[in-house]
T-cell receptor
Framework: GQNIDQPTEMTATEGAIVQINCTYQTSGFNGLFWYQQHAGEAPTFLSYNVLDGLEEKGRFSSFLSRSKGYSYLLLKELQMKDSASYLCAVNDYKLSFGAGTTVTVRA | GAGVSQSPSNKVTEKGKDVELRCDPISGHTALYWYRQSLGQGLEFLIYFQGNSAPDKSGLPSDRFSAERTGGSVSTLTIQRTQQEDSAVYLC???????????????FGDGTRLSIL
């Protein structure tokens, strides 16, 4: 089966940094995706990791450790528009999603 | 169109009725996926298509749910004899290839919000 865990909620201040952790235990693994979902909207692709290490894309970075079954998404220089749900998804010919982490950015 | 298109955007129907949800993927995307998202929950995988065939239907919750895809493009998800627990947002996504064989992100439509009275 698939078991993907991430915190339910996180709150941070505008301009700060937030790290969203994701741990997984899955029957197969071919990489890990992070998606952003604003309330009432479709998820949008943020990043993809298949090898261990850090992938950086502007203010967003994602890290993967396959041996530990662990990933994190790092959001830097937080803006109000970053308030959203962040979904961790394991790639195993289909995507298995975690329940999502709701990030609230406060002024 | 430029993105994944789903219709209707909202559907309200009475318990026991059948509903049909439509997904028009991004042109050229061979893989198509259906997910369900209940309020405050993560995305629940339902079914995926590679071309017109559905190698994995394991996520369909019951035999009241079925899906088809024709011409390697448009897909319809049909729910028969709807129940109140079917109320959710049904999301469709497409990708260039099946996610497990290529590192292609899935692109999502805006979903159909289904409410069963």
């Amino acid at each position: 089966g698939q078991n993907i865990d991430q915190p339910t909620e996180m709150t941070a201040t505008e301009g700060a940094i937030v790290q969203i952790n994701c741990t997984y235990q899955t029957s197969g693994f071919n990489g890990l995706f992070w998606y952003q979902q604003h309330a009432g909207e479709a998820p949008t692709f943020l990043s993809y990791n298949v090898l261990d290490g850090l992938e950086e894309k502007g203010r967003f970075s994602s890290f993967l450790s396959r041996s530990k079954g662990y990933s994190y998404l790092l959001l830097k220089e937080l803006q109000m528009k970053d308030s959203a749900s962040y979904l961790c998804a394991v790639n195993d010919y289909k995507l298995s999603f975690g329940a999502g982490t709701t990030v609230t950015v406060r002024a | 169109g430029a993105g994944v298109s789903q219709s209707p955007s909202n559907k309200v129907t009475e318990k026991g009725k059948d509903v049909e949800l439509r997904c028009d993927p991004i042109s050229g995307h061979t893989a198509l996926y259906w997910y369900r998202q209940s309020l405050g929950q993560g995305l629940e995988f339902l079914i995926y298509f590679q071309g017109n065939s559905a190698p994995d239907k394991s996520g369909l919750p019951s035999d009241r749910f079925s899906a088809e895809r024709t011409g390697g493009s448009v897909s319809t998800l049909t729910i028969q004899r709807t129940q109140q627990e079917d109320s959710a947002v049904y999301l469709c996504a497409s990708s260039l290839e099946t996610v497990g064989t290529a590192n292609q992100p899935q692109h999502f439509g805006d979903g159909t919000r289904l409410s069963i009275l």
